[in-house]
């Protein structure tokens, strides 16, 4: 099996903010999407940041530089529809 090259460092302005309401480790298409762009972003030379909700699991985004996860007001006490989205 190949090894794929290292990813070259970022250039100035090469920085970019991912912001996703799904992310790994949710087993959705949504989350997977998230996941194969972080991963060719970050092989072109971006310095990725995700930003998404606590809803879809904890941990690290391969590729990525940072995972920020937030609080979701899909789930929240504050939405009244939130049983909808227990699945998530």
Same mark, same amino acid.
Request: hydrophobic letters at 45%; zero cysteines.
């Given at each position: 099996?190949?090894?794929?090259?290292?990813?070259?460092?970022?250039?100035?302005?090469?920085?970019?903010?991912?912001?996703?309401?799904? &992310?790994? !480790?949710?087993?959705?298409?949504?989350? =997977?999407?998230?996941?194969? /762009? @972080?991963?060719? $972003?970050?092989?072109?030379?971006?310095?990725?940041?995700?930003?998404?909700?606590?809803?879809?699991?904890?941990? &690290?985004? !391969?590729?990525?530089?940072?995972?920020? =996860?937030?609080?979701?007001? /899909? @789930?929240?006490? $504050?939405?009244?529809?939130?049983?909808?989205?227990?699945?998530?």
């Amino acid at each position: 099996m190949a090894v794929p090259p290292a990813a070259p460092p970022p250039a100035p302005g090469r920085e970019l903010l991912l912001v996703a309401q799904l &992310a790994p !480790p949710s087993n959705l298409s949504a989350a =997977r999407r998230v996941a194969g /762009l @972080v991963k060719y $972003l970050d092989r072109l030379g971006y310095r990725v940041t995700v930003l998404t909700s606590m809803s879809s699991g904890g941990g &690290a985004l !391969p590729g990525a530089a940072h995972v920020v =996860r937030t609080r979701d007001l /899909l @789930v929240s006490p $504050l939405n009244w529809r939130r049983e909808s989205f227990a699945s998530l």
